[in-house]
C-alpha cells in the first residue's frame, strides 16, 4: 500500500443538454486530446485505460469494443466498469499499485440526449421479478426515500429547494455547466415528480466526457502540471433490494467514506476544505454530506443550508461546481466531473468561483435510482505521508 | 513495489444449463456459495466482491450490476463489475488479483454470471446490437456470419480442412462427459459433426457452443491469509489483457495478435519464457471448434496453423504431451458466457490441485493457463496459474 498515486492530467467537453453535432467517439477525443496534453505525455506512454460505462445508456450491447481507438488504446490493457467514473479511479489506482501498470486512464462520458425515452430505461433497472410488474415511475423510490429521509431527520422540503438554488447559483460561475439559474428561484412552486420530490429537485441529464491520467510517483515527478494526490479512495453498495433496504441513511456513502479517511489518516472530516458530493436529486445532496460524517446530528444538515455554510463562502463549501443540479448530469461521467473540479480547486485554476482554501477536496457520487452504490475520492495537493 | 501474492483458495459453479428456473440473484449465489464452501472463509471475512456478466440486453435489467450485488455476496462491501463482452470471465479473475495484489484488500470472491435463456427466442436478436449501429446493423450480421468469416480466413491461410477442426468437437465433447455440470457433453466422431446441419458454412451446429444459464465463482486470498486457511493454495502467477480496435474488418484474422500480447504480458509475470515447454494444461476459449486452434496459436502453444496437426497426433488430448480443455470447454460444458471463462479457471484450479476425479490430467501438472475471448474478435484475456509461488 506504499505506492502513492497522483492526477496528473485531466480532459473534458463542456457540459451540454445535446451535442447533436459530434458522436461520443468525438467527445472522448477531444477530452483524451486535452487530457494528454494536460498531462505533458503521449497515448503511446500510457500502460493502460479503464471506460466506465453501462451498455442501456450507450444503445450497444458489450460497449466496451468501442472503447479504445479514440483513446489510442489499439492493443493494450484496456476494460470497462460498468460503475461510476470514481470507481474507475479507485481500479487505476490498484493497477498502479499492484505494478502492473505506471500510467492509467480513465475516461467516462455521456452521450444522455441519444436516450429519447430515459425514464422507460430506468425502468428496466428494476427487479424484473418483484418491482417492474409494479408499473411505477422509477423516481418514485426517490420521493419515497426523501419521504422517510426528511421524517427521520427534521430536515424540511425548504431546505432541499435552498440546495438547488446555491447549486445552480454556484454553476453560473462554472464555465462548463449546462443549467445554471437563469431567472425564476423559486424551486418551490415547481410542479411534483412524485410527492414531496419537485420537478426541479431533479437533476437534468447532459452529455460529455472526462479523461482521468494517473501516475505513479516517478510519472508525477515528470508532469506538466501540479499533481493532484489520491489521498483515499474506496467504493461500496448497499441493498439492491428495495424490501430490505435502509430508507433513511446513504450506507455505501457511509462505509465508502470511512475507508478512504481510513487510508487518508483523516479522523475529522471537518478538516477537508471542499466537497462535491452527488445531488442528483436535491435532498440526497444532505443524505451524502451526513453519510460522509460532516455533522454528528443530521439536522445540523438542513440548519447548514439555511445559514449558508456549504456554500462557497462558507466554512464547508459543498458543490462549488454546480453538482449535477447545476452543471448536469452526466451519467457515468458524473463523478469524473467532480473530479475535475477537485483538481482545478487544488491547481488553483478555477477561475471565478476559485476557494481561498484548497488543499484537500473530496469527491462522491451515487449511481443513481434504483441502486445503491457509490465512491469516494479524496484528492490533495501534498502528497501523502507513507 | 509492493505487489503481494495473490492465491486461489477455492472455486465453485453451477450446472450449466439451457434454462435454469433459478433467477441471475440465485444462480451468482449458488456459485459464490459453493466457492466458499471449498474453503474455510465466510462471506463476512471477504474484502470484496468482483462480478463478471457479459451483455445486459440477455437477463433484460439495465445496470444488471446493481441489480446482482446482493446475490454476489456484495451487500455493503465493495463490489464492481467488470467487463470486456465474452472475454470477462477470464478478466474477472485478473481483476480481483488487481485489487489484492495492490493491498487494498486481502480476500476477494469474483463471480461470473449469465442467463441467456430469458432473452426470447434465442439470445442471437441480444447480439445484433453489438454491432456498429451506422456501419454494421443494418446489414444485420449475426455471430455465426462473422465467426464463419474467421473460420475460413483461418483455414484459407494455413490449408487448414473442415475436418482437422471438427476433432475439437469431439474431443472437447467427450471429455465433458466427465463433468458433472455440464450441458452437452456427448461421444461423437468427426463424421457425426460434419453430418450436422451447416449454421453458416464452414461451420456445423456441433462446432458451436450452446447458449446456457450458469454462474461459477473463485475466492482469492492474499499470501498471509492464504496460508491461514489452506494447504494446497493455487498460486496466480500471470494475468494479462489486450483490447484490438472496434474496426475488426481492417484486422487480419487469421492470427489473434491480441491474444499473442496478452499472453506474453502474463507469461512475462508468470517468469514464462518457453511456453510449450512450461505449460502442462491449457483452457483456451472454445465458443467455435475453431477457435480453440486459433487460440492455442495465439497462446504461444502452437506455431502459427499448425495446431490442428498436434490435435490430430493427439498431443492436446486428456493424457496428452499438453492437455487442452479437459474440462469440456464451452462446447461440452455450456457457454454462459463471462461464466464459461471462469468455469476455466475453477477447471485449472482443480486440476492443478489433483482434485479434479475422472477429468485428472495424469503426471502432476504445476503450470496452466486459461484464456478467454470476446468483443468484435477483438479482445484477449488470461491468467496463469500454478503450484509453485510466484517470485
New interface residues.
Given amino acids: 500500500m506504499s505506492e502513492r498515486v497522483a492526477i496528473i492530467g485531466i480532459g473534458f467537453t463542456k457540459l451540454q443538454p445535446a451535442t447533436p453535432l459530434c458522436s461520443f467517439k468525438e467527445l472522448v477525443f477531444e477530452a483524451a486530446q486535452k487530457a494528454y496534453a494536460d498531462a505533458g505525455i503521449r497515448f503511446t506512454a500510457i500502460d493502460s485505460f479503464v471506460t466506465c460505462a453501462e451498455d442501456l445508456n450507450e444503445g450497444i450491447s458489450i460497449f466496451d469494443e468501442y472503447t479504445p481507438d479514440q483513446l489510442g488504446a489499439v492493443q493494450k490493457p484496456m476494460h470497462t466498469l460498468t460503475q461510476d467514473g470514481l470507481h474507475g479511479i479507485a481500479d487505476a489506482l490498484m493497477q498502479i499499485r499492484s505494478g502492473i501498470a505506471e500510467t492509467v486512464v480513465v475516461e467516462a462520458h455521456s452521450k444522455a440526449s441519444n436516450i429519447l425515452t430515459p425514464d422507460w430505461l430506468l425502468d428496466y433497472a428494476l427487479d424484473p421479478v418483484y418491482n417492474r410488474p409494479l408499473d411505477f415511475s422509477p423516481h418514485a423510490i426517490a420521493a419515497l426515500e426523501m419521504n422517510r429521509f426528511l421524517t427521520q431527520t427534521g430536515i424540511t422540503v425548504s431546505h432541499c429547494a435552498e440546495v438547488v438554488i446555491k447549486n445552480r447559483l454556484n454553476a453560473r460561475r462554472n464555465p462548463l455547466a449546462a443549467y445554471p439559474l437563469e431567472t425564476d428561484p423559486t424551486t418551490e412552486l415547481a410542479p411534483y415528480l412524485c410527492y414531496p420530490l419537485r420537478e426541479k429537485e431533479l437533476a437534468k441529464n447532459a452529455d460529455g466526457c472526462v479523461v482521468v491520467v494517473l501516475a505513479n510517483e516517478a510519472g508525477a515527478s515528470k508532469a506538466r502540471n501540479q499533481p493532484a494526490w489520491i489521498l483515499g479512495t474506496s467504493f461500496a453498495s448497499d441493498s439492491p433490494t428495495l424490501e430490505s433496504r435502509h430508507w433513511s441513511n446513504a450506507e455505501y456513502a457511509r462505509l465508502a467514506a470511512q475507508a478512504a479517511y481510513r487510508q487518508a489518516g483523516i479522523k475529522d472530516p471537518g478538516k477537508i476544505d471542499f466537497f462535491e458530493v452527488d445531488d442528483t436529486y436535491a435532498y440526497k445532496e444532505l443524505q451524502h454530506v451526513i453519510a460522509l460524517g460532516l455533522y454528528d446530528d443530521p439536522v445540523k444538515a438542513g440548519r447548514a443550508i439555511e445559514t449558508g455554510e456549504t456554500r462557497p463562502e462558507g466554512r464547508i463549501p459543498v458543490n462549488v461546481s454546480g453538482g449535477a443540479l447545476g452543471m448536469g448530469l452526466p451519467l457515468e461521467a458524473s463523478g469524473l466531473y467532480r473530479i475535475v473540479e477537485l483538481v482545478l480547486q487544488l491547481r488553483g485554476q478555477a477561475g471565478e468561483r476559485q476557494l481561498s482554501r484548497a488543499k484537500i477536496g473530496l469527491a462522491q457520487s451515487w449511481r443513481g435510482v434504483p441502486t445503491t452504490s457509490g465512491a469516494v475520492v479524496i484528492l490533495g495537493s501534498e502528497p501523502p505521508h507513507v | 513495489?509492493?505487489?503481494r501474492r495473490v492465491a486461489v483458495i477455492g472455486a465453485g459453479m453451477t450446472k450449466f444449463m439451457h434454462r435454469a428456473l433459478e433467477?441471475p440473484k440465485e444462480l451468482a449465489w449458488l456459485a459464490v456459495q459453493s466457492a466458499l464452501a471449498s474453503n474455510q472463509l465466510k462471506l463476512k471475512q471477504v474484502d470484496c466482491v468482483v462480478l463478471g456478466s457479459?451483455?445486459?440486453?440477455f437477463?433484460?435489467?439495465?445496470?444488471?450490476?446493481?441489480?446482482?450485488?446482493?446475490g454476489c455476496g456484495?451487500?455493503?462491501?465493495?463490489?464492481?463489475?467488470?467487463?470486456?463482452?465474452g472475454g470477462t470471465g477470464v478478466?474477472a479473475v485478473a481483476?480481483a488479483?488487481?485489487?489484492v495484489?495492490?493491498?487494498?484488500f486481502d480476500t476477494a470472491v469474483v463471480v461470473c454470471e449469465e442467463k441467456m435463456s430469458t432473452c426470447q427466442p434465442h439470445p442471437q436478436a441480444?447480439?445484433l446490437?453489438?454491432f456498429?449501429?451506422i456501419t454494421e446493423q443494418p446489414l444485420k450480421p449475426n455471430l455465426l456470419w462473422i465467426f464463419a468469416l474467421e473460420q475460413t480466413r483461418y483455414m484459407e491461410t494455413y490449408g487448414i480442412t473442415v475436418e482437422e477442426i471438427a476433432r475439437v468437437s469431439v474431443k472437447n465433447k467427450r471429455n465433458a462427459l466427465n463433468h458433472p455440470a455440464a450441458q452437452l457433453g456427448a461421444k461423437l466422431t468427426v463424421e457425426d459433426v460434419l453430418a450436422s446441419e451447416i449454421m453458416a458454412w464452414p461451420v456445423h451446429r456441433l462446432m458451436v457452443s450452446p447458449t446456457s444459464d450458469g454462474a461459477a465463482a473463485v475466492v482469492l486470498a492474499s499470501e498471509e491469509v492464504a496460508r491461514r486457511v489452506t494447504d494446497k493454495p493455487i498460486w496466480i502467477q500471470g494475468?494479462?489483457?489486450?483490447?484490438?480496435?472496434?474496426?475488426w474488418t481492417n484486422r487480419d484474422l487469421a492470427y489473434p495478435?491480441?491474444v499473442e500480447?496478452?499472453a506474453w504480458?502474463a507469461y512475462r509475470?508468470a517468469g514464462v519464457k518457453e511456453p510449450r515447454k512450461e505449460i502442462n494444461i491449457a483452457e483456451p476459449y472454445d465458443p467455435f471448434a475453431y477457435k480453440e486452434l486459433h487460440h492455442l496459436e495465439g497462446l504461444q502453444l502452437a506455431p502459427k496453423g499448425q495446431a490442428p496437426k498436434l490435435l490430430a497426433d493427439g498431443v492436446f488430448d486428456r493424457n496428452g504431451d499438453l492437455p487442452v480443455t479437459p474440462s469440456g470447454g464451452l462446447l461440452g460444458v455450456g457457454n454462459p458466457i463471462a461464466a464459461a471463462g471462469t468455469m476455466k479457471l475453477c477447471e485449472l484450479f482443480w486440476q492443478l490441485r489433483g482434485e479434479a476425479g475422472k477429468r485428472q490430467v495424469p503426471g502432476k501438472p504445476e503450470r496452466g493457463v486459461a484464456q478467454a475471448w470476446?468483443?468484435?474478435m477483438?479482445?484477449g484475456t488470461v491468467v496463469v496459474m500454478g503450484t509453485k509461488k510466484p517470485q
Fill in positions: 513495489m509492493s505487489r433467477t457479459a451483455p445486459d440486453a437477463d433484460g435489467v439495465h445496470m444488471k450490476s446493481e441489480y446482482l450485488s446482493d456484495g451487500w455493503r462491501k465493495p463490489f464492481l463489475r467488470c467487463y470486456v463482452g478478466y481483476q488479483w488487481v485489487q495484489a495492490s493491498g487494498m441480444a447480439f446490437t453489438i456498429d449501429p494475468v494479462g489483457w489486450c483490447l484490438d480496435t472496434a474496426y495478435e491480441y500480447k496478452a504480458m509475470m470476446g468483443d468484435l477483438q479482445v
